[in-house]
C-alpha cells in the first residue's frame, strides 16, 4: 500500500492506495507518529482505494488511534468502500473511529 499525505484546512489527509495490511501499516504507522509528533493531530484517512483489510492491520491502526487520544488528537475516516467498512464493523472498529462518505463531510467535522 502506497499513501499520498497533503493538508487540507489544517487536517492532514491520507490517501491510502491499497489493502490495509501489516507491512503497510508499519509503515504508516511511523508516519502518523511523525505527524503527531509535528503536532498534527487532525487525521483522516482516505479509504477509497482500500479494497482488503487484515486484522494485524487493523491492530496497528488502532493502536495508532490510541496514541494519537493520548495526545488530544484524532483519526477519522472517509471513502471506505462497502467490502472494508463490512469487516470494520464485523470486527467492531466501525464503533471506535468516526466514518464520513466523502472527504470534505470528515474535514467539516473536526471544526465542529
Not at 501489516?22 to 508516519?31: C, H, L, T
Not at 491492530?59 to 470494520?88: H, S, W, Y
Amino acid at each position: 500500500m502506497a499513501y499520498r499525505s497533503r493538508t487540507k484546512m489544517g487536517v492532514e489527509v491520507l490517501r491510502f492506495q491499497g489493502d490495509l495490511n501489516a507491512s503497510e501499516m508499519i509503515k504508516v504507522k511511523d508516519r502518523l507518529t511523525r505527524l503527531v509528533n509535528k503536532n498534527h493531530k487532525k487525521l483522516l484517512l482516505d479509504l477509497s482505494r482500500t479494497r482488503r483489510v487484515e486484522l494485524a492491520g487493523l491492530g496497528i491502526l488502532v493502536d495508532r488511534l490510541m496514541k494519537v487520544r493520548a495526545q488530544k488528537g484524532e483519526i477519522k475516516l472517509c471513502n471506505i468502500r462497502p467490502e472494508v467498512e463490512k469487516t470494520f464493523r464485523m470486527i467492531g472498529v466501525g464503533d471506535l473511529m468516526e466514518s464520513f462518505h466523502s472527504e470534505e463531510e470528515a474535514i467539516r467535522s473536526f471544526a465542529a
